[in-house]
């Protein structure tokens, strides 16, 4: 029927002038009513695309989100050894040699050892 069933008032009043027509003239009440849904399948079709759609956007999103945290951690390595190494004999600076020494001496002071370095060793500082 061509009346939505919320509307019970409209609806009675239709079908009493369906039944008025009669079924001689199917052509009339062919257009009076509503077609049944037989889109079901291309509906649940588009649905399973879009599904598929929003999950494959979920993925790129995380493994780009994965990328940006990898890069972000290469780019923070690489501050750091540009900060603390030299850049044509990737040896450490003054800065990083500074650091290793107040640790190695804070180090003797807490085990009331002496510090030694051993140049043979790359420089690095021992405690004895």
């Not at 039944?19 to 009440?29: A, D, P």
């Amino acid at each position: 029927m061509a009346v939505h069933k919320d509307h019970e008032e409209l609806a009675s009043i239709i079908e009493k002038a369906l039944l008025v027509i009669g079924q001689n003239n199917r052509k009339i009440l062919e257009n009076w009513q509503l077609p049944e849904v037989q889109d079901s399948k291309s509906l649940r079709l588009i649905a399973v695309l879009v599904v598929l759609i929003f999950s494959f956007g979920l993925f790129k999103l995380f493994r780009l989100s994965q990328n940006i945290k990898r890069q972000k951690a290469e780019s923070q390595e690489q501050m750091w050894h540009q900060a603390n190494y030299d850049h044509l004999t990737n040896l450490p600076n003054r800065h990083l040699l500074q650091n290793r020494l107040e640790q190695a001496m804070a180090r003797a002071d807490r085990s009331k050892l002496a510090i030694c370095c051993d140049k043979k060793a790359g420089g690095r500082f021992f405690l004895k």
